[in-house]
């Protein structure tokens, strides 16, 4: 039966196409959003951890979101931010994929990512024992679980530092925007992220923006995925 044969023909592919990634590994695009204040912290532990950027650069990371399969953050961010990490700033027909890293399995049971019903959360711990965890490695085999098991291509890392820092140094990330706000903290958590580290990761300053009155905002990729324009469109373009 011809029907019969297709459902074969796909089972065989899908087969196939996750043997090759089990080959090459993760193919997909790694996207870093990062925001800070004018000398470069990502927090300030003064009080509790609050909004900096303007309006325009909050409605731009949720198109961001929007644009990718999945949006990782570490454990840290879960533990000072709760984060819901869903799109709701922009019109979304899907919400993306929440991954936490998180080796020493902190994440707390009542985080909003395990409990809102938001979005589907995995959460990469050392020794998975529930549903919605994965056994924690190298990124790449992060990356890769991500890929075959959740079908991710898209990948967006949100925080914190750490988590960005580790994937600069390991070549993983193939965009970045960086948000630098004109405030400045008072009790301030460094990012340790310039440009020296950004083009040291492979990546190329592509331009500058202003996003509201005063967020300045620079963009970055690798000279591969340059020009492209679905990158400005990506964040910048509907609601």
């Given at each position: 039966h011809p029907f019969t044969m297709m459902r074969k023909f796909f089972r065989v592919f899908f087969c196939f196409v996750f043997a090759l990634r089990g080959i090459f590994g993760?193919?997909?695009v790694v996207t870093l959003k990062l925001a800070?204040?004018?000398n470069g912290g990502v927090d300030d532990l003064s009080g509790k951890a609050f909004r900096f950027t303007t309006?325009?650069?909050l409605d731009a990371a949720h198109r961001l979101r929007r644009a990718s399969d999945a949006v990782l953050v570490g454990v840290q961010t879960v533990l000072r931010d709760d984060p819901s990490l869903t799109v709701r700033r922009v019109r979304a027909e899907?919400?993306?994929l929440r991954v936490v890293l998180d080796s020493k399995r902190r994440t707390p049971r009542d985080a909003k990512?395990?409990?809102d019903g938001g979005a589907p959360s995995v959460v990469f711990v050392g020794d998975p024992r529930d549903p919605f965890e994965e056994p924690i490695g190298p990124l790449r085999d992060v990356l890769d679980i991500l890929e075959a098991k959740y079908g991710v291509s898209k990948l967006m890392v949100e925080g914190g530092p750490t988590t960005a820092r580790t994937f600069l140094k390991e070549n993983l990330v193939d965009r970045a925007v960086v948000v630098r706000s004109p405030i400045?903290?008072?009790d301030p958590v460094p990012s340790h992220i310039d440009a020296n580290l950004l083009r040291n990761a492979g990546?190329?300053?592509l331009g500058k923006h202003t996003w509201g009155l005063h967020d300045d905002v620079s963009?970055?990729?690798r000279p591969q995925l340059r020009p492209n324009p679905t990158f400005w469109d990506e964040l910048e373009l509907g609601d």
């Amino acid at each position: 039966h011809p029907f019969t044969m297709m459902r074969k023909f796909f089972r065989v592919f899908f087969c196939f196409v996750f043997a090759l990634r089990g080959i090459f590994g993760w193919s997909g695009v790694v996207t870093l959003k990062l925001a800070v204040d004018r000398n470069g912290g990502v927090d300030d532990l003064s009080g509790k951890a609050f909004r900096f950027t303007t309006g325009e650069s909050l409605d731009a990371a949720h198109r961001l979101r929007r644009a990718s399969d999945a949006v990782l953050v570490g454990v840290q961010t879960v533990l000072r931010d709760d984060p819901s990490l869903t799109v709701r700033r922009v019109r979304a027909e899907r919400q993306p994929l929440r991954v936490v890293l998180d080796s020493k399995r902190r994440t707390p049971r009542d985080a909003k990512i395990l409990n809102d019903g938001g979005a589907p959360s995995v959460v990469f711990v050392g020794d998975p024992r529930d549903p919605f965890e994965e056994p924690i490695g190298p990124l790449r085999d992060v990356l890769d679980i991500l890929e075959a098991k959740y079908g991710v291509s898209k990948l967006m890392v949100e925080g914190g530092p750490t988590t960005a820092r580790t994937f600069l140094k390991e070549n993983l990330v193939d965009r970045a925007v960086v948000v630098r706000s004109p405030i400045t903290f008072k009790d301030p958590v460094p990012s340790h992220i310039d440009a020296n580290l950004l083009r040291n990761a492979g990546l190329a300053f592509l331009g500058k923006h202003t996003w509201g009155l005063h967020d300045d905002v620079s963009m970055w990729a690798r000279p591969q995925l340059r020009p492209n324009p679905t990158f400005w469109d990506e964040l910048e373009l509907g609601d």
